[in-house]
Structure formats: structure tokens, C-alpha cells
């Protein structure tokens, strides 16, 4: 019998959000491991729950037939509506949609840029990548004004500090982390959560 919730993937920035997510969550849930390397998402038992042979792939099994979700921003926003007002406000109101606000400004103009910029370098068009990659070192910046409290939208840990989390920690080595003391403190701040290192370590062989 299937574990009630699987998680299929590894060890990509996309992936480790929705890891994330659930584990701070405290959502059970077991990894089955992707291999991508050897083309494991390219197989037809992957196939057959996800098409575009991408990862994540969640797979919940409370439902009949079972629940799939594809893309690890509606995984996070599973999360949270499974466990509602643990990653952002429960209430439809001021708090909710500024982590709203910041949650959606990492997923399109700083992951989708990287997105981008990692598609033009595989089709070996790197010098047409090379403004983006510059572009998402800009826009994850900008952040050093939204850290006026803890997180990313205020005191509390949210969908927006994960988003922002993975970007960061994929370009650590770009940061000019002296001109930007309150991202420095967030991204040590975030590091340490015991959901965070759960959820990074998931896809780990």
C-alpha cells in the first residue's frame, strides 16, 4: 500500500521548496527519489504522473483517485491550504496578501529570470543568459528593503521566505553579502530552522 503522501523528485531548487514546505509543515511525507541524470523522469511510470517528465511531483493519497500536483509553487500552495495560517496569514486580509505579494515577486522575478538564464546556457547560448543572471542577482537584492522585521512579510516564517530561501542559497557565492547586512542576518536566520535543514537534506542519496 502507497504512503498516504509521496513526494517524487530531487535535489533542485524547485524541489527542495516544496521539501521545505512540507516539512516545516510537519506534514508527513516520503521522497521517492528522481534520478535525473540517468533519465529516471523520462521513463513511463514518471510519465504517467507527471507528462512534462519534470520534478516535483506530489502524489497524495487521501484522495480517490489520488491527488497530483506538478509544479512546486501550487505544492506550496497545497501546503498551505492544508495547514492553514502556518506559512501565510489564514485570513483574507492585509497580511496574507503581502506574503502573497513577496512570495509571487521571487517566483517570477527572480526564479523565472533563473529559469530562463538556465535554459538559454543549456542550449549553449550563454552570453545571451548573462544579463539575466545579473538580472536575478539585482531583484534578489532589492530584498534587503523588505527585511524592516525577521522574514521576508513580517515576524513569522512564510511561503515567501522558502521562495526566497532556495534562489539564494543556489547563488550564494554572487552575493555581495557586505552591502546587504539585513539579507546576510535573514538567510543565517533561515538556514538554521530545523525545517529548512529537513527539508534540504530530503533528496540527499
Not at 19 to 42: D, M, Q, Y
Not at 150 to 157: K, N, P, V
Not at 189 to 202: D, E, F, K, N, Y
Request: aromatic share 10%.
Amino acid at each position: 500500500m502507497p504512503q498516504m503522501i509521496e513526494l517524487y523528485g530531487a535535489p533542485t531548487g524547485n524541489c527542495l521548496r516544496a521539501a521545505i514546505a512540507l516539512a516545516e509543515a510537519g506534514i508527513p511525507f516520503v521522497v521517492r527519489p528522481v534520478n535525473l541524470r540517468e533519465g529516471k523522469h523520462s521513463e513511463p511510470d514518471f510519465l504517467a504522473l507527471n507528462p512534462a517528465g519534470k520534478v516535483p511531483t506530489l502524489v497524495d493519497h487521501h484522495f480517490t483517485p489520488a491527488l497530483v500536483i506538478n509544479q512546486s509553487n501550487a505544492i506550496m500552495l497545497y501546503v498551505d491550504a492544508k495547514v492553514p495560517g502556518l506559512l501565510a496569514p489564514a485570513v483574507q486580509g492585509p497580511e496574507r496578501f503581502k506574503v502573497l505579494d513577496r512570495y509571487f515577486f521571487f517566483v517570477t522575478d527572480v526564479i523565472a529570470v533563473s529559469h530562463a538564464a538556465f535554459f538559454l546556457k543549456k542550449i549553449g547560448q550563454g552570453e545571451a543568459a548573462a544579463p539575466l543572471d545579473q538580472r536575478v542577482i539585482e531583484n534578489l537584492l532589492l530584498a534587503e528593503g523588505f527585511l524592516t522585521c525577521e522574514y521576508m512579510a513580517g515576524e513569522t516564517f512564510t511561503l515567501a521566505d522558502i521562495s526566497a530561501f532556495t534562489l539564494a542559497s543556489s547563488v550564494t557565492d554572487r552575493i555581495p553579502w557586505e552591502k546587504v547586512p539585513r539579507l546576510k542576518a535573514w538567510f543565517e536566520r533561515v538556514h538554521a530552522r530545523p525545517g529548512v535543514q529537513s527539508g534540504l537534506h530530503a533528496f540527499d542519496a
